[in-house]
């Protein structure tokens, strides 16, 4: 398939915006300006830019704790997701969430989600509400390598692939479940392995390229629209950066982390643009500045942002 050059720079600059915004949130939390926790993806862009460029504007998708990357690409606007960090009343959900509970419906993005593995029942029911109001559109779900151990993830296969769900399940298979590697909780090679149990097509590719990110999830999404089932994307590819906030890395060498810092899937596709002369260095350099120049107007937009008031605090909330 034939990208167009538009596509291919979209997907750098939405790649780019993630490594820079939350660069910058790592830098904030130790100001103490961001509260509570954060979970970043980087060294994980492509995982985010490949599988959402595939999607149409209208259609949803159900995104993990570690989902920067996948906002950004779906449209999120960076300066409500920078409030919403902050904890500002212009953010996303009132600055009431934080980076683990970034949602926006009108978006089509169902919301992180700090329950690991909950996303993925949530995502499914959005897939069956789909096919049985023939909306034609389909659900895109992140979930890690972790969360393919809970019976949440089983369950809802099984179900998507008995209903034939127009639902596309990506696995950001980053080898580790906070200091927990795959290897020692998982039995199969693979995640996508684990498809063949439910009669679904699992597929495993490396997830530190974009173009094959973004192709395998296209054809995934046009096989989900014309009624032919759900398929699970195994995207191999890796954090740099601890679990969370709070992540001595004893559980992992440092010769893997650099190992791994090598195959930076932006380096990557930043070489390829320039080899394939669809980009030249210096309009590459270009959209770095921009880029760091939109997290700069972000930051000061989230800090000129009030807090919410204290007459909110019971606003939005649900209680049984
Ligand atoms: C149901 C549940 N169990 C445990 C936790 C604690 N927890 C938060 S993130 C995480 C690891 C998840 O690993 P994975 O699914 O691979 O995602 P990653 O953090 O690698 O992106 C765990 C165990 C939780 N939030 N929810
Ligand atoms: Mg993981």
């Known amino acids: 398939m034939k990208l167009s050059k538009k596509l291919k720079l979209r997907m750098l600059e939405q790649m780019l915006l993630t490594r820079y915004f939350e660069e910058k949130v790592d830098e904030l939390f130790a100001k103490g300006l961001i509260h509570g926790t954060t979970h970043l993806s980087i060294g994980e862009e492509a995982m985010a830019a490949g599988p959402v460029n595939a999607l149409k504007a209208d259609d949803?998708?159900?995104?993990?704790?570690?989902?920067?990357?996948?906002?950004i690409a779906k449209g999120a606007d960076i300066n409500i997701m920078m409030a919403e960090l902050m904890g500002k009343e212009t953010g996303y959900c009132k600055g009431k969430g934080g980076s683990i509970h970034v949602a926006n419906l009108e978006e089509g993005n169902l919301g992180a989600n700090g329950i690991v593995g909950g996303g993925i029942p949530i995502a499914t029911g959005a897939a069956l509400a789909q096919k049985m109001q023939n909306t034609g559109k389909i659900v895109l779900c992140f979930f890690g390598d972790?969360?393919?151990?809970?019976?949440?993830?089983?369950?809802?296969?099984?179900?998507?692939?008995?209903?034939?769900?127009?639902?596309?399940?990506?696995c950001v298979n980053n080898m580790y479940g906070m200091s927990t590697c795959i290897d020692d909780v998982c039995p199969t090679n693979n995640i996508s392995d684990r498809a063949s149990a439910y009669q679904m097509e699992g597929i495993t590719i490396d997830g530190n390229d974009v173009l094959e990110m973004f192709e395998v999830t296209n054809n995934a999404?046009?096989?989900?629209?014309?009624?032919?089932?759900?398929?699970?994307?195994?995207?191999?590819?890796?954090?740099?950066?601890?679990?969370?906030?709070?992540?001595?890395?004893?559980?992992?060498?440092?010769?893997?982390?650099?190992?791994?810092?090598?195959?930076?899937?932006?380096?990557?596709?930043?070489?390829?643009?320039?080899?394939?002369?669809?980009?030249?260095?210096?309009?590459?350099?270009?959209?770095?500045?921009?880029?760091?120049?939109?997290?700069?107007?972000?930051?000061?937009?989230?800090?000129?942002?009030?807090?919410?008031?204290?007459?909110?605090?019971?606003?939005?909330?649900?209680?049984?």
């Not at 949803?60 to 906002?71: E, Y």
């Not at 972790?146 to 990506?170: C, D, K």
């Not at 080899?275 to 760091?292: G, P, R, T």
């Open 221 to 320: 999404v046009i096989k989900a629209r014309k009624g032919q089932g759900p398929t699970l994307i195994e995207g191999l590819t890796y954090r740099w950066k601890g679990h969370s906030k709070s992540d001595a890395n004893l559980y992992r060498t440092r010769e893997e982390i650099e190992e791994w810092k090598k195959k930076c899937p932006i380096k990557r596709f930043q070489t390829y643009l320039i080899e394939q002369k669809i980009m030249s260095e210096e309009e590459i350099k270009k959209m770095e500045e921009s880029s760091l120049e939109t997290i700069e107007r972000a930051v000061e937009f989230a800090e000129q942002s009030p807090y919410p008031s204290l007459d909110a605090l019971e606003e939005d909330l649900y209680a049984y």
């Open 60 to 71: 949803f998708m159900a995104i993990t704790h570690r989902g920067h990357g996948s906002c």
């Open 146 to 170: 972790g969360a393919s151990n809970e019976g949440t993830f089983h369950e809802s296969l099984n179900m998507a692939s008995i209903w034939q769900l127009p639902i596309v399940y990506v």
